[in-house]
């Protein structure tokens, strides 16, 4: 008669072997749970991947996950934009011009995870770091780029066939080093700095 009157769990836990007798609610929940669920509705619920438990009141429900913030280091702009951090999230805008001629830009040697030659500014800073690596040479002498204002950005490009210099004119991949002379050089090679004409 006792076994008809208590639901199923509440039989198996009175009378299995070596289980200890706990208090059961009317619902099929321990006393112990629903002591917990009462403190906090989320401490009894599993909810599935991409949603957590959300309390309203004594109530539990599973909801979405917020989505994962977006920055700058998780967007890729288009060619000749660049990202930036807006209050509405991450932008893509035209870079800040940062020269307007050739001569606001210069050739660096960068030797930081590499033997590179970079192209900044005349203002402009180049990168540094805890651990620079050793180079036969120093980069820029041994390319045959120039720097150059692309677009409003110093860039380091191959230079034009056939520079003008002086009276001459310089093979390709040579640079004019003195026009008064019309002396052509490689990129990186010195030479006389007189008055020829």
Request: aromatic share 2%; proline share 8%; charged share 15%.
């Amino acid at each position: 008669m006792f076994l008809r009157t208590l639901p199923l769990t509440a039989a198996v836990v009175l009378f299995s072997c070596g289980i200890s007798q706990t208090d059961v609610s009317t619902d099929g929940v321990s006393a112990d749970d629903a002591e917990l669920r009462r403190k906090d509705p989320c401490a009894t619920v599993r909810c599935a991947a991409g949603t957590h438990c959300k309390a309203h009141g004594q109530q539990a429900a599973c909801v979405p996950d917020d989505p994962p913030a977006i920055t700058c280091a998780s967007v890729l702009c288009a060619a000749g934009t660049v990202c930036e951090e807006s209050p509405s999230g991450p932008r893509c805008v035209a870079p800040t011009a940062e020269c307007t001629t050739d001569a606001d830009c210069h050739l660096e040697d960068n030797y930081c995870g590499g033997c590179n030659c970079i192209a900044l500014a005349t203002n402009e800073q180049g990168p540094t770091c805890s651990n620079p690596v050793n180079c036969f040479a120093a980069p820029c002498a041994v390319t045959s780029n120039v720097a150059a204002c692309v677009k409003g950005q110093c860039t380091a490009v191959a230079p034009p066939s056939g520079v003008a210099c002086g009276s001459k004119t310089c093979a390709s991949g040579e640079v004019c080093c003195n026009a008064s002379c019309g002396i052509c050089t490689p990129p990186g090679y010195a030479c006389i700095q007189i008055a020829c004409q």
